[in-house]
């Protein structure tokens, strides 16, 4: 049985393998093809994590939030274009979502007066920016929805099989 670290400041690699209970050894029995000396480097940035290795240790501790963490905090490209997400209730998405939304409809007609002509002018630029926010609340909360389903699925709270059924046909 391994020992339980006391380190502080613990990567989120490392909290989400301990909430599970899981030894080093146990998870590198689980995923297979990552040794516990890797996991290790890994939890203690002492190797750059790759995709691969961020995807096992997801699909192991059943953490979609994992894939999202790297992406926004360690891939340089998702550094610039993915924002980390934050683990939320489905009310909470629903909430902020359907506000979004409704803010949207309010703000279409000026969007559309702005973008009329192809360019977005120096007078139009304060509403065209603050339209752009509300569509950028908008795609945050269809990532954070896509983010709970993966999460539920992990859980065994949705099956996979169905919901991909489901969502093809859509």
């Known amino acids: 049985m391994g ?16 909430e599970l209970k899981l030894t080093r050894e146990k998870a590198s029995e689980l995923i297979g093809f990552i040794s516990p000396e890797r996991i290790e480097k890994i939890e203690n940035a002492k190797v750059n994590v790759q995709p691969d290795d961020v995807m ?21 490209i998702g550094q610039k274009y993915v924002p980390e997400l934050k683990v939320k209730d489905l009310a909470q998405i629903a909430i902020e ?35 752009k926010k509300t569509l950028d609340k908008i795609a945050l909360s269809v990532d954070t929805l896509q983010l709970w389903v993966d999460q539920a699925v992990a859980d065994g709270n949705l099956d ?5 059924d489901n969502d093809s046909k859509a």
């Open 160 to 164: 996979k099989t169905i919901f991909e």
């Open 3 to 18: 020992r339980a670290s006391t380190k502080e400041n613990k990567s989120i690699y490392q909290t989400t393998r301990e």
């Open 97 to 131: 979502t359907l506000n979004s939304l409704n803010k949207i409809t309010r703000e279409k007609d000026r969007l559309l007066e702005i973008i009329e002509d192809g360019r977005v002018t120096d007078d139009e630029l304060s509403d065209f920016v603050s339209i």
């Open 56 to 76: 096992a240790l997801a699909e192991c501790y059943k953490a979609p939030k994992l894939c999202n963490y790297y992406c926004a905090n360690e891939c340089p």
